[in-house]
């Protein structure tokens, strides 16, 4: 039986996630009521060829995912980008900050575009430049910094990333966090840990053996951080008040309940979720972790899982033979995900044919120098798979 139970949205709302962007598309959008996007999509897609190449990240929409030549996670997508120097423009079906890392790691020659530009992140916009060189400051004037290695979650602007590499940090995914804080704890004795407070501290806590009271949380809307430099000089683990607006929703108060609702029941979810969610969890991890295990998992099985919607809701439907419930009907898709939408997927592909490139995302060339040297800081990590 496949069981997925929804909250009661229509499709298209969800967080509001608060982008400052809010940019209009020029040109002219599409009636979304139009009965031709499909076709449109395809006729554009057919007549660009192999000059395009369309990224669908897992918690896009079926209606776009659906033109998508490869789907993943944002890590993945940009490294699939990057091995098809052919394509001359990257679609990418994801947001902001997706796109700005695939803009990174393409040739220059690649251009890279995102339907959207309203398609931001609220935890990569709860970590502006500004802010962190001022902590950072704070740090310097502790007289902590020179201890402090920073690293920055993928999900995270271009400009993040590039402070990082400036101040001999790396970027990290959900799924080599531990081995980016083995890695930086080599280094110093303190790592700041951006935007994502809750994946720093899960991951410290549980992977590391640090414990709670190692662990700061600087909060860039106070006066220092809201850290006195006594704190600071105590702290392991500096994190990031960031947070994601989906996954931090989720409640560890659901979990007995579908526990006592659903015999067996396993919960899986995103290191994204709050500790408390993760430690009332069976299983924690990334979005391809929670795919790949639920595929693994005998007929029969049932799961709740906590990360986005679509996903969960993709997941049910490829797998009938299980059982698979949304961990908590209150927390409804990622917004900002939801804004690339048929329409602008339209505009955009029907754009690339009358030869008008719109919505690309450009990193400047002193960013992306940076940014890369913090990316390739995490590629040269040992082991473990780089996805998010
Ligand atoms: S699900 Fe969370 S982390 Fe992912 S894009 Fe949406 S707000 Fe950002």
Sequence with gaps: MTTVDLPLLPLGRGVDLGSERGVECPGDLPSASDPDLVARARAAKEALGSRVFVLGHHYQRDEVIQFADVTGDSFKLAREAAARPDAEFIVFCGVHFMAESADILTSDEQRVILPDLAAGCSMADMARLRQVEDAWAAMEAAGVADDVVPITYMNSSADIKAFCGRHGGAVCTSSNAETALEWAYQQGSKVLFLPDQHLGRNTAVLKMG?????????????????????????????????????????????????????????????????????????????????????????????????????????????????????????????????????????????????GVVVNQIEVDDDTETWAKVALDRMLALPGKTHKD
């Design 210 to 354: 640090l414990s709670l009271d190692d662990c700061v949380v600087w909060d860039p809307h106070r006066e220092n951080g809201g850290l006195t430099p006594e704190q600071l000089h105590d702290a392991k683990m500096i994190l990031w008040k960031g947070h994601c607006s989906v996954h931090g929703r989720f409640s560890e108060e659901t979990i007995p309940e579908l526990r006592a609702s659903i015999p067996g029941v396993q919960v899986i979810v995103h290191p994204e979720c709050k500790h408390e969610v993760v430690l009332a969890a069976d299983l924690v991890g990334s979005t391809e972790f929670i795919i790949q295990t639920i595929e693994a998992a005998p007929a029969g099985s049932a799961w709740a899982v906590g990360t986005e919607l679509n996903l969960v809701k993709r997941l049910a439907a490829d797998h009938p033979d299980k059982r698979i419930v949304f961990l908590d009907k209150t927390v409804c898709y990622c917004s900002t995900m939801n804004r690339i939408d048929l329409p602008h997927f339209v505009w955009a592909m029907e754009s690339l044919v009358d």
